[in-house]
């Protein structure tokens, strides 16, 4: 059974920083899609960021790219959401997820970022960044 467990959230204020973390279990991690998304109250879930676990290629939204940094520790089966420069839109649930098996190459990367792309869910873990 595929589980994805994420922790590592808080309150901040603007301009600081947070690192989530996602362990996994239950699968074989290596060539997976791992993404970070996140909802906010009364909006839809979008995507963060993903990895693929086998490449280590990252790819980020437009929204946090260079503010942002997905790594991933394969010897732990964990990926890490390092967010600095922490903004109040910001603040939503996020959620770790997982996808098995790889995209075909004519899929776009925006596209692989999609919620609806993604298999295995985690709880979520909350952060607020106030002003």
């Known amino acids: 059974q595929v589980q994805l467990v994420e922790s590592g959230g808080g309150s901040v204020q603007a301009g600081g920083s947070l690192r989530l973390s996602c362990a996994a279990s239950?699968?074989?991690?290596?060539?997976?899609?791992m993404g970070w998304f996140r909802q906010a109250p009364g909006k839809e879930r979008e995507g963060v960021a993903y990895?693929?676990?086998?490449?280590?290629?990252?790819y980020y939204a437009d929204s946090v790219k260079g503010r942002f940094t997905i790594s991933q520790d394969n010897a732990k089966n964990t990926v890490y959401l390092q967010m600095n420069s922490l903004k109040p839109e910001d603040t939503a649930m996020y959620y770790c997820a997982a996808r098995g098996g790889s995209f075909g190459a004519w899929v776009p990367d925006e596209a692989r970022l999609m919620p609806d792309k993604y298999n295995y869910w985690g709880q979520g873990t909350q952060v607020t960044v106030s002003s």
């Open positions: 990895i693929r676990t086998s490449a280590g290629v990252p």
């Open positions: 239950g699968y074989t991690y290596s060539n997976y899609y």
